[in-house]
């Protein structure tokens, strides 16, 4: 697995490591006398400092536990994860299979982990239509819409409580299902009517493991290890008290919960630099100027098992606790407050004596890491003996993953990075780098449908679906000789501020850049010639083999590009679920979807319409 490193530059002092005086042999630093008074008392003052941090962090028990911890039930899981390849495999070692030839979803159970992507969505409308469109032309699996068709209205009223329930248990039944999902699936989980992909999965899959890897190395450093049994073969051995397993969306603002609640007041503090904004960082009461801290539920990423035991408890609050009409973004955010209360409050009472001096030295200096020690009121959690409340959760803070909007918008600025005047721009707070792994990654185009595309324009070339037009199907990377088109040529949403190109965008609080900045997302000039490509693979060799191989390709094992699936196991084509959204998606002016040049109708392999009406329905 590549490293991903943000574009963030780290200072180099190697250079002045082995300067020396002329003509003396260089000494170590503990060898060379010192010549002052000050000096001395500089350096015993430091010595103090050390052999006190020492003997604080001996005496404190963070390392130091029972071979079984008084909080079992809290423990988290620290089995880890399956790896997972992101390289397909070579379709000579596994068998070509076509999509599945009926409409109901299966689920051939494979042994290598699946990528499954969820959207509660009850009812189709121009943004729904965005999304899906953002998926499809990046190469993300066949979206399964949760909650299609389901009513959440009395007569003309909505029923926000039972939306909110519903969303909840929907999710949960169908990471429960066992025919649809296994336990070390990866799923990740979007707000169907605001958000838009922007990288590929291969990126956004390879950046959630790094983030898992950084937060755990952190989590290590604050909380330490604690010996536990998990063979049951009465050999403990030594693991992180804590890891984490599923990342949520991070926001500038707490809402709608009350502010002395732990889900605002009892959060972890940002992983962006302390001066992220300058020096009014986390000081503007409007919260422009603040890093983000708190649990957006909008995007959440894990393995099915992490995941569909937080949603067992969420829907446990809003079915059993009342809980259904304050919404999934509190009920998310409380347990997330809760875990990282219970953290806290466990780590300190397991202090020494050592370890609370230190705690109260940082707290009287200004300069500890816990949410706890500052000045302000926080609701006491009632604890339940023998009750869970911890689940791995953590967030993107950075916003690698995902990018939400609320007192974000001035954070972001549309960048091509061959492009000097926008990178130089004195806007920015970092100097900025197309990172890593979009350096190696294919081209923006290739994604909508893998293979060779310099031969579409050939007239002597045949395709099954959707044949080639010179009015549709323009697109840099089909013909011979054509632009090979780079990521670093196209303008990408960037975080100034973490330097960060997220892997996708979170359009919450302003909902009128849902239309203005859709035209500036990259795939959008070419969104219909797009689309008609990924329609074009539906039946491809390359499609059949992702379906072979699941998630070793990084596509659902049920197969079935070119639409999407309910919860209730129905396929939908794109012109099923998305009718007469050409102007709000496309915004080409080239008219009806499939019908541009003329009535056709083209169907897939289950006797579905994908291009023309159905006279059938």
Same mark, same amino acid.
């Given at each position: 697995?590549?490293?991903?490193?943000?574009?963030?530059?780290?200072?180099?002092?190697?250079?002045?490591?082995?300067?020396?005086?002329?003509?003396?042999?260089?000494?170590?630093?503990?060898?060379?006398?010192?010549?002052?008074?000050?000096?001395?008392?500089?350096?015993?003052?430091?010595?103090?400092?050390?052999?006190?941090?020492?003997?604080?962090?001996?005496?404190?028990?963070?390392?130091?536990?029972?071979?079984?911890?008084?909080?079992?039930?809290?423990?988290?899981?620290?089995?880890?994860?399956?790896?997972?390849?992101?390289?397909?495999?070579?379709?000579?070692?596994?068998?070509?299979?076509?999509?599945?030839?009926?409409?109901?979803?299966?689920?051939?159970?494979?042994?290598?982990?699946?990528?499954?992507?969820?959207?509660?969505?009850?009812?189709?409308?121009?943004?729904?239509?965005?999304?899906?469109?953002?998926?499809?032309?990046?190469?993300?699996?066949?979206?399964?819409?949760?909650?299609?068709?389901?009513?959440?209205?009395?007569?003309?009223?909505?029923?926000?409580?039972?939306?909110?329930?519903?969303?909840?248990?929907?999710?949960?039944?169908?990471?429960?299902?066992?025919?649809?999902?296994?336990?070390?699936?990866?799923?990740?989980?979007?707000?169907?009517?605001?958000?838009?992909?922007?990288?590929?999965?291969?990126?956004?899959?390879?950046?959630?493991?790094?983030?898992?890897?950084?937060?755990?190395?952190?989590?290590?450093?604050?909380?330490?290890?604690?010996?536990?049994?998990?063979?049951?073969?009465?050999?403990?051995?030594?693991?992180?008290?804590?890891?984490?397993?599923?990342?949520?969306?991070?926001?500038?603002?707490?809402?709608?919960?009350?502010?002395?609640?732990?889900?605002?007041?009892?959060?972890?503090?940002?992983?962006?630099?302390?001066?992220?904004?300058?020096?009014?960082?986390?000081?503007?009461?409007?919260?422009?100027?603040?890093?983000?801290?708190?649990?957006?539920?909008?995007?959440?990423?894990?393995?099915?098992?992490?995941?569909?035991?937080?949603?067992?408890?969420?829907?446990?609050?809003?079915?059993?606790?009342?809980?259904?009409?304050?919404?999934?973004?509190?009920?998310?955010?409380?347990?997330?407050?809760?875990?990282?209360?219970?953290?806290?409050?466990?780590?300190?009472?397991?202090?020494? #004596?050592?370890?609370?001096?230190?705690?109260? /030295?940082?707290?009287? +200096?200004? &300069?500890? *890491? =816990? $949410?706890? !020690?500052?000045?302000?009121?926080?609701?006491?959690?009632?604890?339940?003996?023998?009750?869970?409340?911890?689940?791995?959760?953590?967030?993107?803070?950075?916003?690698?993953?995902?990018?939400?909007?609320?007192?974000?918008?001035?954070?972001?600025?549309?960048?091509?990075?061959?492009?000097?005047?926008?990178?130089?721009? #004195?806007?920015?707070?970092?100097?900025?780098? /197309?990172?890593?792994? +979009?350096? &190696?990654? *294919? =081209? $923006?185009? !290739?994604?909508?449908?893998?293979?060779?595309?310099?031969?579409?324009?050939?007239?002597?070339?045949?395709?099954?679906?959707?044949?080639?037009?010179?009015?549709?199907?323009?697109?840099?990377?089909?013909?011979?000789?054509?632009?090979?088109?780079?990521?670093?040529?196209?303008?990408?949403?960037?975080?100034?501020?973490?330097?960060?190109?997220?892997?996708?965008?979170?359009?919450?609080?302003?909902?009128?850049?849902?239309? =203005?900045?859709?035209?500036?997302?990259?795939?959008?000039?070419?969104?219909?010639?797009?689309?008609?490509?990924?329609?074009?693979?539906?039946?491809?060799?390359?499609?059949?083999?992702?379906?072979?191989?699941?998630?070793?390709?990084?596509?659902?094992?049920?197969?079935?590009?070119?639409?999407?699936?309910?919860?209730?196991?129905?396929?939908?084509?794109?012109?099923?679920?998305?009718?007469?959204?050409?102007?709000?998606?496309?915004?080409?002016?080239?008219?009806?979807?499939?019908?541009?040049?003329?009535?056709?109708?083209?169907?897939?392999?289950?006797?579905?319409?994908?291009?023309?009406?159905?006279?059938?329905?």
């Amino acid at each position: 697995m590549s490293s991903y490193h943000t574009s963030r530059p780290s200072a180099n002092y190697d250079a002045f490591d082995t300067i020396t005086e002329p003509g003396r042999r260089p000494q170590p630093m503990f060898m060379r006398r010192t010549k002052t008074r000050r000096s001395r008392i500089a350096i015993l003052g430091s010595v103090l400092c050390v052999i006190l941090f020492v003997w604080g962090w001996r005496s404190s028990g963070i390392d130091i536990t029972p071979a079984t911890s008084g909080f079992s039930s809290n423990s988290p899981t620290t089995t880890p994860q399956t790896p997972i390849s992101l390289d397909p495999l070579d379709p000579a070692e596994s068998p070509l299979v076509a999509t599945p030839s009926n409409e109901t979803s299966t689920n051939p159970q494979s042994s290598r982990p699946a990528f499954h992507l969820l959207i509660p969505a009850s009812e189709s409308n121009p943004e729904l239509c965005k999304t899906l469109l953002s998926a499809f032309v990046l190469g993300y699996p066949a979206p399964t819409l949760i909650n299609w068709g389901q009513d959440t209205k009395e007569g003309n009223v909505f029923k926000e409580s039972a939306s909110h329930t519903a969303k909840i248990r929907g999710v949960y039944d169908f990471l429960n299902d066992k025919s649809k999902v296994m336990e070390e699936d990866l799923v990740l989980i979007i707000d169907g009517y605001d958000v838009w992909f922007q990288l590929p999965p291969q990126i956004l899959i390879r950046r959630y493991h790094e983030l898992v890897e950084e937060a755990d190395q952190r989590l290590k450093g604050r909380y330490g290890m604690i010996s536990e049994d998990q063979n049951r073969d009465s050999l403990a051995e030594r693991v992180p008290k804590y890891s984490q397993n599923v990342i949520w969306g991070a926001d500038k603002i707490c809402w709608p919960n009350p502010k002395e609640d732990p889900a605002c007041a009892a959060v972890p503090y940002s992983t962006l630099p302390k001066d992220v904004y300058g020096p009014e960082t986390d000081k503007d009461p409007e919260a422009f100027l603040n890093r983000p801290r708190y649990l957006n539920s909008g995007n959440v990423i894990g393995s099915v098992k992490h995941v569909r035991d937080v949603y067992e408890l969420a829907a446990h609050k809003v079915e059993d606790k009342g809980e259904g009409g304050l919404g999934d973004q509190f009920v998310f955010a409380e347990i997330f407050g809760e875990q990282e209360f219970q953290r806290e409050t466990l780590r300190r009472a397991s202090q020494g #004596t050592g370890g609370r001096w230190l705690d109260w /030295l940082s707290d009287t +200096l200004g &300069t500890s *890491e =816990s $949410p706890l !020690s500052a000045n302000i009121t926080i609701n006491n959690m009632t604890t339940i003996p023998g009750q869970r409340y911890e689940y791995g959760l953590g967030l993107d803070y950075e916003s690698r993953l995902f990018q939400t909007m609320t007192h974000s918008v001035d954070d972001i600025g549309f960048i091509a990075y061959n492009a000097s005047t926008d990178l130089l721009s #004195t806007h920015h707070s970092l100097p900025l780098f /197309l990172p890593q792994d +979009l350096q &190696t990654a *294919e =081209s $923006p185009f !290739s994604y909508a449908s893998p293979g060779n595309h310099s031969i579409e324009s050939d007239p002597e070339h045949k395709t099954l679906l959707l044949p080639y037009s010179p009015n549709l199907d323009n697109l840099p990377d089909q013909n011979v000789g054509g632009i090979d088109v780079s990521w670093r040529d196209l303008p990408l949403a960037t975080n100034t501020h973490s330097a960060a190109i997220p892997a996708l965008l979170h359009v919450n609080g302003d909902k009128s850049l849902l239309t =203005s900045w859709w035209p500036r997302i990259w795939y959008h000039p070419y969104a219909r010639a797009l689309l008609r490509r990924f329609i074009r693979s539906t039946q491809s060799p390359e499609a059949a083999t992702a379906a072979a191989n699941g998630g070793q390709t990084w596509w659902d094992q049920r197969g079935g590009r070119g639409g999407v699936w309910t919860d209730q196991g129905t396929w939908m084509g794109w012109g099923e679920v998305c009718k007469g959204v050409e102007d709000a998606v496309f915004g080409d002016g080239k008219g009806v979807w499939a019908k541009e040049e003329g009535d056709g109708k083209v169907r897939n392999s289950f006797g579905k319409v994908l291009v023309g009406e159905d006279d059938d329905e």
